[in-house]
């Protein structure tokens, strides 16, 4: 049984799980698929036509997991063509944030508010993105990373796992011990999400 506000808008597409609450005046369109138990508030616009110039009137697919929290006025845009937007579990949206089409925002991120993650990126697990911060097209954010308050993610800067980064244009200011301490994880972890990171990287040309 999902909680759905009555003045929600529910696309006759849209797919979703158990458990879920659906605030005042979202928007939820397109080929879209929820899991369960997630927590959308007031005037959420989720599945929408991306925000390219050759996509305006194409309704692309998203897909959504569980456990998250999203938070007021938050922007979630379809993937184009063939691709997909995905939102992984335990993903938290504040009020504001942003995530363009084809993004893959990957288990347990936290995207603060205003934070505006641009087309094709891929956040990989854990990762918190400061208020304010923007990320450049293509890009990959490494787990575990930290991304300070107005932090500036320019087009071929390399975000490695496990870091703290600050300012305009980014720079690494320390390794970030709060989140692999949080997260329990240990010198494997890191060289293995290394890796992962540098094949990702390499996928989108940085």
Known sequence: ????????????????????????YCYFTGDLEIGNNN?????????????????????????LGSDGTFREYITIHSG??????????????????????????????????????????????GSNCGSGCQVHQYQVIGSWSMLGMGCVVPKKLKIEPGQT??????????TNMYALEKWNIDEYDLIEETARYKQLANKHGL
């Open 165 to 174: 980064w600050v300012g305009n244009p980014a720079r690494r200011l320390k």
């Open 39 to 63: 927590r959308f508030e007031a005037y959420c616009s989720i599945g929408g036509r991306p925000e390219h110039t050759k996509y305006w009137h194409q309704d692309g697919r998203t897909m």
């Open 80 to 125: 184009t063509n063939d691709n997909l937007t995905f939102i992984g579990d335990n993903v938290i949206m504040l009020r504001g944030s942003y995530t363009a089409h084809d993004t893959v925002i990957e288990d347990d991120v936290t995207l603060s508010i205003n934070s505006v993650i641009l087309g094709h990126v891929q956040v990989m697990k």
């Open 1 to 24: 049984m999902n909680d759905i506000h009555p003045t929600a808008v529910i696309g006759d597409h849209v797919e979703m799980g158990e458990d879920n609450y659906i605030g005042p």
